[in-house]
Every structure is written in C-alpha cells, then in structure tokens.
C-alpha cells in the first residue's frame, strides 16, 4: 500500500496496482528486445508501461534486477510447463512430443522474451547469471530423461548434444521474420526438432 495526498492535506492509503508489475516486465522485453539492454533507460520502459520511471523502483532495485527478474520469470514458466506436459504424457515418445510442441509454442509466442534472453542474458550479476543459467540445464535435463529411453544408443553427452541441437531448431526464428502463418511455422519448427530427435525414424 502506498500514502497518497488528497486535496485537504490529509494522506490516505493508494492501492497498488497488481497488474503493474507485470506491465513494466512486458514493456521491458519489448523494448529492450528491440533496442538493446543498454539503449533503452527506465524511463522508457516506464513510459511504455504508463508509468513515471521512477515507479519502478518500487518493484525492482536496479535495471539488472529488471532483467534479471524478466528472465526468470521465461525460464520459471518454461520449467514449469515442461515438468506439466512430461507428467501428462503416456509414455516417453508422447512426453517428447508435447516438450516439442511446448517449446515451439514459446518460440513463436514470447519471440521477444527469448530474444531478450539469447541476446542480454550475459549482462546479468554472474550469481544472477548462475542462476539462470542452472535453470536452463534443469529445462534441458527434462529432455534428457525421456529422450534417454527412446535413443539408447547414445551416450549421456550424446543426449545432451541431440537435445541442445533440436532447441536450436529454433533459435533461428528469433532473429528471422518469416512472413509465415504461425501454424505453419510451428509445423516446421516441430518437424525439424523431431528429426534431430529421432522421432521420425
């Protein structure tokens, strides 16, 4: 709760808007996926989210931690959903599926969070950092286990090599504007990840 000044003088209690904190967050990756970390101020981004700069610093210290807390909120939600659909699944290959499906949809639906991510993610505080980056490998691990399975004859680093190629799949599309209609695009973006998988042999 904030005091605000009413017209007598007397103070009285301003609700937080609950939707702030996330208005600023989207505005950042936006702009910040457009510009560069280091050409867009908090200014900007208050701007962006329909408040003066200075209101920011009531939810984040500083731009890193702006950044920082943007970045771990995409790979919260990407562990978060991964672990959902592998719980779903019938069995591996289904699992497998799903995390295809899963990632595509967060190539080509937060485009700019991901941007943002491959882009600025090596500004961050190296514990900042650290801790993005264990959560990436906590993502990955989820592919790992259920590819396991389905190509035996490869190795651990094998698997991890398959994994972090068929993700790559779709980087590309990040910094690519294909002019294609989504469901096209995420046809194509799933059946290159399946094949570096293995799922079509």
Same mark, same amino acid.
Do not use: C
């Given at each position: 709760? !904030?005091?605000?000044?009413?017209? $007598?003088?007397?103070?009285? /209690?301003?609700? *937080?808007?609950?939707?702030? %904190? $996330? +208005? ?5 990756? !936006? ?12 200014? @900007? ?6 408040? #003066?700069?200075?209101?920011?610093? /009531?939810?984040?210290? &500083? %731009? &890193? ?10 790979? $919260? !939600? ?15 290959? @289904?699992?497998?599926? /799903?995390? #295809? ?9 937060? +485009?700019?969070?991901?941007? #943002? ?10 514990? @900042?950092? +650290?801790?993005?980056? +264990? ?6 691990? !989820?592919?790992?286990? #259920?590819?396991?399975?389905?190509? *035996?004859?490869? &190795? ?26 989504? @469901? *096209? ?8 990840? *399946?094949?570096?998988?293995?799922? $079509?042999?």
């Amino acid at each position: 709760m !904030e005091l605000a000044e009413v017209a $007598d003088g007397t103070r009285t /209690r301003r609700r *937080r808007d609950p939707a702030r %904190k $996330d +208005r600023i967050l989207t505005a950042a990756a !936006e702009l910040v996926a457009r510009h560069g970390y280091h050409a867009v101020g908090m200014a @900007d981004i208050g701007a962006a989210a329909g408040i #003066v700069g200075s209101g920011i610093y /009531r939810h984040f210290g &500083s %731009k &890193s931690a702006l950044l920082s807390a943007l970045l771990e909120q995409l790979m $919260d !939600e990407m562990q978060r959903t991964a672990a959902e659909v592998v719980a779903e699944a019938a069995d591996d290959r @289904d699992a497998l599926e /799903r995390l #295809v499906v899963n990632h595509v949809r967060f190539a080509i639906e937060d +485009r700019r969070l991901l941007q #943002v991510y491959y882009r600025e993610a090596h500004h961050l505080p190296e514990e @900042d950092l +650290r801790r993005l980056r +264990r959560a990436q490998r906590h993502y990955i691990e !989820e592919w790992v286990i #259920v590819l396991a399975p389905l190509r *035996r004859e490869l &190795s651990d680093a094998e698997l991890r090599v398959v994994v972090h190629g068929a993700l790559g799949t779709t980087q590309a599309v990040l910094f690519h504007h294909s002019g294609l209609p989504a @469901d *096209r695009l995420a046809a194509m973006l799933g059946g290159m990840a *399946r094949s570096v998988l293995g799922l $079509d042999e």
